[in-house]
């Protein structure tokens, strides 16, 4: 009988370890009253990840800054529940608090993979009493230090 040798079971599949957010401001910094909520959802609809925010009595994102914000991760995500998944942000706003934002999404893998997917939004549509909500692809992609990917994620 021939000697077919040990074999090693299949290592587990990467999974998202810590997800994070990044605004990048225009003209105009985002109030203390407004609220935020940013989900990250499958291309199933499956909520991913998630931030929310009523309020932000203890900051505002100041104008031509960054504000940088850790979602919650929702069960294991895998980069397969990524592949084809979307953004949605819903803003409920007081006054004048324009979205002109960049926004960059910060993806740390268990394997040490950083990743990143960005998009320009010029103001986040009209202001209703019920908050604006928008959707985008997530397009990801490797993350390097020449732009505000991953290697910049404040937390280790």
């Not at 021939?2 to 299949?10: A, F, H, K």
């Not at 935020?36 to 994102?61: C, I, S």
């Not at 592949?83 to 740390?108: A, E, M, Q």
């Not at 549509?125 to 991953?150: C, K, L, M, Y």
Request: aromatic letters at 8%; a negative charge; proline letters at 7%.
């Amino acid at each position: 009988m021939p000697d077919i040798g040990r074999v090693e079971p299949p290592s587990p599949p990467d999974r998202l370890e810590h997800l994070e957010i990044l605004f990048e401001q225009g003209d105009d910094g985002k109030d203390r009253d407004t609220s935020v909520l940013v989900e990250l959802l499958g291309r199933d609809n499956r909520l991913l990840a998630t931030y929310y925010h009523a309020q932000f009595p203890d900051h505002e994102y100041p104008s031509y800054g960054y504000a940088y914000e850790t979602l919650e991760i929702q069960g294991t995500v895998t980069p397969n529940d990524t592949s084809g998944s979307h953004l949605r942000i819903k803003i409920v706003r007081n006054g004048n608090d324009h979205w002109d934002v960049t926004w960059h999404l910060l993806f740390r893998w268990a394997s040490g993979s950083l990743l990143h997917s960005s998009r320009v939004v010029t103001e986040l549509g009209s202001r209703t009493p019920q908050g604006d909500e928008f959707s985008w692809p997530v397009n990801i992609q490797p993350d390097t230090a020449s732009d505000h990917g991953a290697a910049n994620c404040r937390s280790a």
